[in-house]
């Protein structure tokens, strides 16, 4: 279809420069037989020199008017549209976020919510006030931090003969599994509940183990399983807080805790990352909780139904969200959901960029590839209202999940920058500065403390939006990276001393240095953008090179992987 699109247009092109010179040298006998073999415009074309950088100006001449102001106007206008769907929901999810605080009531007095009894404050002697609760522990190669984890979940405050922890190990290095076990050996010896168990193979990743882990005998007197990932720090009143909520009201399927971050002051890279995800906590997962009793499972730092999962149809590895599928799929069957802002749970931001590219390519990829499989159950769903599928549909997956990361790229880092090499075409001031101003303005409520990191937000965004689209758009044609799988490294305290990562870097080889930290797409960006921005800064009007440049230097830093902590292997 695309070939025999191209070959018309070349003919068409053909005939019309050959119609042109015809008619401007009627006498030719033959104006194809003027073109010669250093040459595709005819000698007797108005305008020809025999120079090819020439010809191509002609040519792109010809072609404009015609094709690319219009293609180029279209993508504009798209743009224009996605802008406007990303303001609107931003608009209402600001709008809704201050009605809450201002208005809503607090979840113990919206829900019921008793704390939990305990006999004279003998918490041994309670056990039977408390339901058993099962705390799982995935992990995969955790050297850096397992310690952390298993003995934050040793110290919960609950019942010991009420409380089983499960270490789900799936780690490839054999001198890790022996660490992870002998650290779930002492436990027990102190009398902690703990099972060490591992799988034949890592078959279905994380889905997989926790689905593997609710098949033994003893979890079936559990009532409740809370998730935590290798890195995370709950404290010890993290159940006494979640769990009544679960007890006293039936309908309740999940209560999400908030992430905090232990290194997010490390560099920054985990500043930014600070910034994205308080708005997703902050806002999103708020909003989602107070006006549909739905969000997004954040796979960890939650406690789940068991009951509920079940119904729901357990965990299912058939994307890279199993939280995301798990949560959408006992939504539709009616269970509601709680978020908990100020229950946090201390975590690790990836550090690396590397790292953080990986993590985001799942991130993107997986929600892109639920929608694709379950948009038509979510539309035919009978358990749920019209209005909470719209919002499913539209809000929590087509405009958060899609459009967000299409309009950012293709707008910033595409059709803005080509419109300045086309000045027929366009732009309004609404679309490219104030629009994007106040979407920007609203996403920095979260982290008020690094307002004035703002701006090299954005930038940074920008940059991150071409894995984010090209991930997104690998998840909704089904890729062959679709279902890639790499575990978000954790560094723990192995990483103090920046100074001394960089000299040990700066020793290692060209090749190795090239291979670890350089990326030529970020690098073609730069080029692009620093030539958009040398062509506006000599004949534009609207002073774009300004943000060109500056997003130029963006990609050249990203391309060279001057972003994060570097820890050479």
């Known amino acids: 279809m695309s070939h025999s699109l191209t070959q018309s247009l070349t003919q068409s092109l053909s005939l019309s420069l050959l119609s042109l010179s015809s008619a ?39 072609i ?44 113990e007095k919206r829900y019921q919510w008793e704390p939990m009894e305990e006999d004279g404050g003998d918490l041994e002697a309670a056990g039977a006030n408390f339901p058993i609760v099962l705390v799982q522990i995935p992990m995969f190669n955790e050297k850096e931090v397992y310690k952390i984890s298993i003995g934050a979940a040793c110290n919960l405050s609950w019942p010991a003969d009420r409380l089983v922890i499960q270490v789900l190990d799936d780690s490839t290095d054999f001198v890790v599994k022996d660490m992870v076990e002998r650290e779930c050996l002492r436990w027990a010896s102190k009398g902690v509940n703990i099972k060490y168990q591992i799988r034949e193979s890592r078959g279905g990743y994380k889905a997989g183990a926790l689905k593997e882990g609710l098949k033994h005998d003893y979890i079936k007197q559990c009532e409740y399983v809370v998730i935590f990932d290798a890195d995370f720090r709950p404290e010890p009143d993290f159940l006494k807080r979640a769990v009544p909520f679960l007890i006293h009201n039936p309908d309740i399927a999940l209560v999400q805790a908030r992430w905090r ?47 509920a999962i079940n119904e729901a149809g357990g965990w299912k590895d058939r994307t890279t969200v199993e939280d995301m599928d798990l949560a959408v799929r006992a939504g539709l069957k009616g269970w509601k959901f709680l978020y908990l802002g100020d229950l946090q749970v201390k975590s690790e931001l990836p550090s690396t960029f590397k790292a953080f590219r990986f993590q985001q390519h799942r991130w993107s990829c997986g929600p892109a590839n639920l929608f694709r499989k379950m948009v038509m159950d979510i539309a035919t769903n009978k358990k749920v209202t019209l209005y909470k599928k719209c919002y499913v549909i539209y809000s929590f997956f087509f ?86 799988w790499v575990v978000t490294e954790k560094l723990g305290d192995g990483v ?41 800064f000599l004949y534009g009007k609207n002073n774009y090179f300004i943000y060109l440049f500056l997003q130029t230097i963006t990609f050249t830093i990203a391309g060279f992987g001057y972003v994060g902590t570097f820890v050479p292997s």
């Open 64 to 107: 404009k008017a015609p094709l690319i102001v219009p293609v180029l106007t279209v993508c504009v206008y798209i743009c224009l549209a996605m802008s406007i769907m990303v303001f609107m929901e931003r608009l209402y999810m600001g709008v809704v976020i201050v009605l809450v605080k201002l208005f809503w009531r607090k979840p």
């Open 399 to 484: 405009v958060r999940k899609i459009i967000a990361h299409f309009f950012t790229f293709f707008f910033y880092c595409l059709i803005l920058p080509l419109t300045i090499l086309v000045p027929e075409v366009y732009v309004p001031k609404w679309g490219s500065i104030y629009i994007p101003c106040i979407i920007t303005m609203l996403n920095s409520v979260g982290t008020p403390r690094s307002f004035h990191l703002l701006f090299y937000w954005v930038l940074f965004e920008n940059v991150m939006s071409f894995h984010r689209t090209k991930a997104t758009l690998i998840g909704l044609f089904e890729a062959k990276r679709v279902n890639e």
């Open 496 to 536: 103090k001393n920046k100074s001394n990562n960089k000299s040990i870097g700066f020793k290692k080889s060209i090749f190795k240095f090239l291979g670890d930290r350089v990326s030529v797409h970020e690098l073609g960006f730069a080029a692009f953008l620093f030539i958009c921005g040398c062509y506006d």
């Open 24 to 62: 401007q040298n009627p006498k030719s006998p033959s104006t194809m037989a003027e073109v010669s073999a250093k040459s595709f415009i005819p000698e007797t074309f108005q305008g020809y020199t025999p120079d090819i950088a020439g010809q191509i100006g002609l040519l792109w001449e010809l």
């Open 261 to 307: 971050f232990v290194n997010s002051n490390e560099c920054m890279l985990t500043r930014m990352q600070e910034m994205s995800l308080d708005y997703h906590f902050k806002v999103e997962q708020e909003v989602g909780s107070a006006t549909h009793a739905f969000f997004g499972f954040n796979g960890t730092g939650g406690i789940w139904r068991i009951g």
